[in-house]
């Protein structure tokens, strides 16, 4: 029998996959009749008792980190065997005393450094001289050193110091570290990482760390050993990561024992702060309590936020354990109080423990503003405190709004919603965020495009028709990320957002931002659009044509010029689906409004590809027709105007499979588009005030040809009425009837015009037939690219 006296720690796999720490023991081998070979032992070093019997398997891949190998049969792993090249374990002798040490003396620091040094490249030798370290008490010796050298002032003998004690690190031993690092070494051991040879003058990581470095107990720690274990824990990350060299491709392994000294250190920590619930009720009371100053709660929410990051420490099912404690005790209600405080750090803080929250569980987190929304006001909810921080961000760049929305993106996603037989938590969610926070969201973009807002901002003589409010780049910045989330739930929330889309018009108003100044928010818009015509959905297609929505893209398109942009290459995208795909109604209203101003653009073939597969597509109806008998040829394509309002009035009514069972009254108009959330308009109130010229004042994108459709972005254009203030005109092609006369269509006003409430039964037009009449009577004009 051969016995390595390697001292090990034994885990075991339980049934549900996780680890087992099953004790600490000394392994050997020896062949076991049972197993019919030879087999590795742990013995417990505490009674002998047998930890693991395993036999040796040639099969099985030992690995040379520490070495974990792994026996399918039992399924465990172990620090069990070193193995080298050169050297193989059954080489090994008996003895622990591989290597002889020299006597710890001043003048034997050169030669211990040399020797400490040679051994780093061979694992066998690596561990030959952990072990002679380990039993001779040899590290303690060589500390008393130290403090001798640095009374004597002895520098050369520090620098030895240094190459030692840097050298038993990466000897990468646990039993060592635990010796390195108790209260009565570590502090000298970093005193010999402050004398590095290659510096001119030594480091100060002692006086960082005695007199810088502050313990903030926010509420005190009773307990001598979790304190204890605190310390030791910041002292060893601030070795590993300060004090100690970023470790070179060959030296990557070296430490790995020490990351996972401050792993267990750490989950230590949170198990025994979980463990004490009065401490954590003390905190929680503290941190909602209105008598708490600011600077308590602050150090109070950053001992939350450091708690949550070691929390990432632990197995599964204690994290889930631990989220739960968090909880119970009231994290979520708290979190709602602290994050709608003046305090950026606190605010910031309690933003990165919410990630933690929704990252963790966001069904634990809808639950809660689902239950909270029965009892509280919209503006005090959770997910509304979240939105209105996203809005109001100070950063000029939005760092935190971005972090922000994709927590919002994460809490609306349907993917991560649960549904069991009696609950389904997406359509539940989805109802709720739609009924309560979805107006909180879109406020700015609202607000930014209101007609009447725009008219009294504008200066005299400007167009109010294209113009956003503001349309500067933090505004811009904060309305591309809305739109990001709006063009998100358009491809994951289908009933929910389109019914909204159409109630709220939005689709016009987001489209107004294809005028802004900042192209990266015009192609949010675009993309917004773009998102809507790929679902290839006849209400949305209905939507778009009745309410003449291509117009403002084509104006981008011709103001655009002839660059070659990413904007021109999404705008001809967009085009080009539409052809591919073959959209009939679409390309029917592309044709029959605006070829006349697109015929000309002919470096890409999209646009005469559209006008072919529209006279294709007459051809074939015409067809049809012509093989129908007369006295049935009026009627036969037509549909009844009331059939056609029944299955509009019907696809609200009906469920979709995506959206579960749950049918979700239309959104309530209850909310004028005046009366958003306050936050918002005295977060911008105070900007204006605060802020002067916009810091990045980008030109406006200006159209290089005469053309141009003016977008009036009122419900009337989608009517068909025009305001007296309107002059908009539009170029068209008269379509090719049978007969050869032109259609009735050369007007756009007729082409779109519509009853009132006609929108999909949703939006409400004023009636204005006397303006009708007057449009349709009036002369046309058709403008040409660059007149």
């Not at 040399?114 to 490249?121: A, E, F, G, I």
């Not at 990350?237 to 792993?263: A, G, K, M, R």
């Not at 919002?408 to 009924?435: C, G, H, Q, V, W």
């Not at 036969?636 to 056609?644: Q, S, V, Y």
Request: glycine fraction near 4%; hydrophobic fraction near 35%.
């Amino acid at each position: 029998m051969s016995d390595t006296r390697r001292r090990v720690k034994v885990y075991t796999l339980n049934e549900d996959r996780q680890w087992d720490d099953r004790g600490t023991g000394h392994v050997s081998s020896t062949y076991v009749e049972e197993l019919k070979g030879m087999s590795l032992l742990v013995r417990a070093e505490s009674d002998g008792s047998l930890l693991l019997e395993s036999k040796i398997n040639p099969n099985t891949a030992y690995q040379k980190q520490q070495v974990q190998g792994k026996d399918p049969s039992v399924e465990v792993t172990q620090d069990l065997i070193d193995e080298s090249e050169e050297e193989r374990f059954e080489e090994m002798p008996e003895t622990s005393h591989l290597i002889d040490l020299p006597t710890c003396e001043l003048n034997k620091l050169e030669e211990i450094a040399d020797l400490v040094t040679s051994v780093l490249s061979s694992p066998i030798r690596r561990e030959k001289l952990a072990l002679a370290l380990e039993n001779e008490g040899y590290i303690k010796k060589l500390l008393q050193l130290f403090q001798a050298c640095e009374n004597l002032e002895n520098t050369e003998g520090l620098h030895h110091l240094y190459e030692i004690i840097r050298g038993i690190l990466f000897l990468n031993k646990a039993t060592l570290f635990e010796v390195m690092f108790s209260d009565e070494c570590i502090m000298d051991v970093v005193g010999c990482l402050e004398y590095d040879p290659a510096l001119a003058q030594p480091k100060r990581h002692r006086e960082f760390l005695t007199k810088t470095a502050k313990f903030k107990e926010v509420i005190p720690i009773t307990d001598s050993e979790l304190r204890q274990k605190i310390h030791q824990t910041y002292r060893v990350q601030y070795i590993q990561d300060i004090i100690l060299p970023t470790p070179s491709v060959f030296e990557e392994n070296f430490l790995s024992t020490l990351t996972s000294f401050i792993f267990f250190n750490k989950v230590e920590i949170v198990s025994m702060l979980q463990e004490d619930e009065k401490f954590l009720s003390e905190v929680f009371a503290q941190l909602t309590d209105e008598a708490t100053d600011d600077d308590k709660r602050r150090e109070l929410v950053n001992f939350f936020k450091e708690f949550c990051a070691f929390s990432q420490t632990l197995q599964p099912q204690n994290r889930d354990a631990f989220f739960k404690t968090l909880a119970k005790l009231g994290i979520l209600p708290a979190l709602e109080i602290v994050m709608g405080m003046d305090d950026l750090q606190v605010r910031s803080a309690a933003t990165d423990i919410f990630s933690y929250l929704v990252e963790f569980s966001p069904s634990m987190v809808r639950e809660f503003v689902m239950q909270e929304a029965q009892q509280s006001d919209d503006d005090i909810l959770l997910i509304n405190v979240v939105i209105e921080q996203m809005i109001c961000d100070t950063d000029p760049e939005l760092g935190g709004a971005v972090q922000l929305m994709g927590l919002l993106r994460t809490l609306i996603d349907p993917e991560n919603m649960l549904a069991t037989t009696n609950k389904t938590e997406k359509s539940e969610f989805l109802n709720f965020f739609y009924n309560h926070c979805m107006h909180v969201l879109t406020a700015p973009l609202l607000t930014n495009t209101s007609e009447d807002k725009c008219e009294k901002d504008n200066i005299v003589g400007s167009n109010k028709n294209s113009t956003i409010c503001p349309d500067n780049y933090q505004t811009a910045q904060l309305l591309a990320l809305i739109l990001e989330l709006l063009t998100f739930c358009v491809e994951h929330h289908t009933y929910h957002i389109k019914n909204y889309i159409m109630n709220k018009d939005l689709l016009r108003r987001v489209l107004v931002l294809m005028n802004s100044k900042h192209t990266f928010l015009a192609l949010c818009a675009l993309r917004f659009m773009r998102r809507i015509i790929g679902l290839k959905d006849e209400f949305y297609n209905r939507y778009i044509t009745k309410g003449n929505l291509f117009e403002p893209v084509i104006n981008a398109l011709l103001d655009n010029g002839t660059r070659y942009n990413l904007l021109n290459s999404a705008v001809i995208e967009l085009f080009e689906f539409i052809r591919v795909e073959d959209i009939k109604s679409l390309t029917a209203h592309i044709v029959e409004n605006f070829y006349k101003a697109l015929e000309s653009i002919e470096y890409v073939q999209t646009f005469k590809g559209l006008k072919t597969k529209y006279e294709q597509e007459k051809d074939r109806q015409n067809q049809k027709l012509n093989s129908v008998p007369s006295i049935l040829r009026s009627n036969r394509f037509r549909r009844d105007a009331k059939a056609l309002e029944e299955d509009e009035e019907m696809w609200f009514n009906e469920d979709e499979e995506e959206e579960g069972k749950a049918v979700v009254a239309p959104v309530e108009k209850s909310k004028p588009e005046d009366d958003f959330p306050d936050t918002y308009e005295k977060f911008m109130e105070t900007k204006k005030a605060k802020e002067s010229e916009d810091k990045e004042n980008l030109p406006k994108r200006t159209s290089s040809s005469g053309f141009k459709f003016t977008f009036s972005h009122s419900a009337s254009a989608a009517n068909g009425t025009n305001s007296t203030n309107s002059k908009s005109v539009v170029a068209q092609t008269p379509p090719a009837s049978s007969n050869g006369s032109s259609s009735k269509t050369t007007n756009l006003a007729t082409s779109v015009t519509a009853t009132k409430g006609s929108l999909v039964g949703l939006v409400d037009y004023p009636d204005d037939e006397e303006e009708d009449e007057e449009e349709e009577t009036s002369p046309r004009k058709r403008p040409r690219l660059g007149s």
